[in-house]
C-alpha cells in the first residue's frame, strides 16, 4: 500500500476528529489494538478542538493517506525544543500493518525539518503496556514522571478509577531519513 504524508489543512479538520474518534473510542475502536474503550466512554476530541490545534502557531496535524483515503493522522506540538506527538491514530481496520510505525518516522521527521526538535515526548495511559512497549521498540524510554489523566466530562469520562499517563521520550537523531 503506497502511503503519503502530508500537513492537514483546516478543511481536514471534521475528517481527522471522526478518524481519531473511531480508533480511539467506541466499538468501531475494538477492530483495532490502540482502542481506550474499555477504559473511557465517550469521544476522545471534537472538530472544533482539531480546527483550533491546525490553526495554532507551532502545531500541525500530519495525514498518512492511502490514495485519496485518509487512514492515519497524528498531532505535532512544538515545545521549546522539543515536539509533543499526540493523537497518532490509524484506521483500526489498517492497524498491525506497520502504517503506524511511517507515521511516526514521518511525524518526527517533521518536527526536526520543521521545528529542529531534538526530543519527543509523549503521554500514554499508563495501563497500556502494549502501546508502551510499541513505543519503547522504536527508540522511546519511559521517563519514570507520570500525571493524573484528565477528565473532560463534556467529551468523555473514565470507566476506571485512577487512569494516569506516563511520559515518553526520544532523543531525535539529527541524521535521520524517511
Known amino acids: 500500500m503506497a502511503l503519503s504524508m502530508?500537513?492537514?489543512?483546516?478543511?481536514?479538520?471534521?475528517?481527522i476528529a471522526a478518524l481519531v474518534n473511531s480508533a480511539y473510542r467506541g466499538e468501531s475502536s475494538k477492530q483495532g489494538w490502540t482502542t481506550e474503550a474499555?477504559?473511557?466512554?465517550?469521544?476522545?476530541?471534537?472538530t472544533e478542538e482539531i480546527l483550533r490545534l491546525i490553526s495554532s502557531d507551532d502545531s500541525m496535524f500530519l495525514l498518512c493517506k492511502a490514495e485519496a483515503e485518509l487512514i492515519g493522522s497524528v498531532h505535532l506540538q512544538?515545545?521549546?525544543?522539543?515536539?509533543?506527538?499526540?493523537?497518532?491514530v490509524v484506521s483500526p481496520s489498517l492497524q498491525g500493518k506497520g502504517i503506524g510505525k511511517q507515521l511516526l518516522l514521518a511525524a518526527e521527521l517533521t518536527a526536526q525539518?520543521?521545528?529542529?526538535a531534538g526530543k519527543s515526548v509523549m503521554s500514554v495511559i499508563s495501563c497500556r503496556n502494549e502501546l508502551i512497549a510499541f513505543y519503547e521498540r522504536r527508540g522511546y524510554?519511559?521517563?519514570?514522571?507520570?500525571?493524573?489523566f484528565p477528565v473532560n466530562p463534556g467529551l468523555w469520562m473514565p470507566k476506571v478509577a485512577d487512569l494516569r499517563l506516563e511520559i515518553l521520550e526520544k532523543v531525535l537523531s539529527a541524521n535521520r531519513k524517511l
Open 6 to 15: 502530508s500537513k492537514a489543512e483546516k478543511q481536514d479538520a471534521g475528517q
Open 78 to 88: 512544538k515545545q521549546g525544543e522539543q515536539v509533543c506527538l499526540g493523537m497518532l
Open 113 to 116: 525539518q520543521s521545528w529542529a
Open 38 to 46: 474499555d477504559l473511557l466512554v465517550g469521544r476522545r476530541t471534537e
Open 141 to 148: 524510554r519511559r521517563t519514570g514522571v507520570s500525571k493524573a
